[in-house]
């Protein structure tokens, strides 16, 4: 069973957009895991424009034991104001599942993966540090990587897990022109699982495109979807939105 992760960066967006605490993202997690999702997830920058430390803090606490909580971070992001550091932040809440991923400050949004190949020497001290707090370590990766000694060297590193960036197959599912894209990601997620990595996906993931995504990758392990599912539950509310996204994973 694919598990889905909902990220709730934009309900932060949309608080911080006031200056106060509404709406409250205690009570937008309560909804998505009464609703039966799997997970909760957060990418903390260390800009803040949408999630804050005390959020991270706070939600470690709400979803222990109940569902699977996952950071998103640059690992080399460190201490700026009241932002402790994307490691000492993780060494704190102790999250299920850390997602590395190569963000820097002035991007919009996650947007490339690493390189297994070229980036897993720099990455040795993060991973350590993150499987010394007991969690799970996926790498965020591009579609179409297909050397297959980076995967067994993310493996041999003690990273758990890849999550495949769906950006481009988003688009082309837009387009009308999906299939290339999509065996991209499934060719990736093959050579993954043969290096005894699990597969996560995430990133402009929506009802419409991604029944075709999961049955491409059978073994899918999980997707984190955020902006899509924030965006209809306007319309649908929150508890719908996710018990549908859970409809079609199943």
Not at 139 to 159: C, H, K, P, Q, S
Not at 177 to 189: N, S, V, Y
């Amino acid at each position: 069973m694919t598990v889905l992760s909902v990220n709730l960066n934009k309900i932060a967006v949309l608080r911080n957009a006031r200056g106060h605490d509404q709406p409250d993202l205690a009570t937008a997690a309560r909804v998505c895991m009464q609703a039966g999702c799997g997970g909760i997830t957060v990418h903390p920058r260390p800009d803040q424009r949408h999630i804050r430390p005390d959020d991270v803090r706070q939600l470690a606490q709400q979803t222990r034991g109940r569902v699977e909580f996952n950071v998103e971070g640059n690992p080399f992001a460190g201490p700026r104001g009241d932002y402790p550091g994307f490691l000492e932040l993780v060494r704190e809440t102790r999250p299920d599942q850390v997602t590395l991923v190569p963000d820097s400050d002035d991007q919009l949004t996650s947007d490339h993966g690493f390189d297994l190949a070229g980036d897993l020497e720099r990455l040795a001290p993060a991973l350590a540090a993150i499987r010394e707090c007991g969690a799970r370590c996926s790498l965020f990766i591009d579609a179409g990587y297909d050397t297959a000694e980076g995967f067994a060297a993310a493996a041999r590193a003690g990273v758990a897990r890849v999550e495949i960036y769906t950006g481009p197959y988003a688009k082309a599912f837009a387009a009308g022109r999906a299939q290339d894209e999509l065996e991209r990601c499934a060719q990736t997620a093959r050579r993954a699982f043969a290096a005894g990595l699990a597969v996560n996906a995430g990133h402009d993931l929506d009802q419409h495109n991604l029944g075709a995504f999961k049955q491409a990758i059978p073994g899918l392990a999980e997707v984190s979807i955020g902006h899509a599912l924030i965006s209809e539950a306007l319309y649908a509310g929150l508890d719908a939105t996710v018990r549908r996204y859970l409809e079609i994973l199943n």
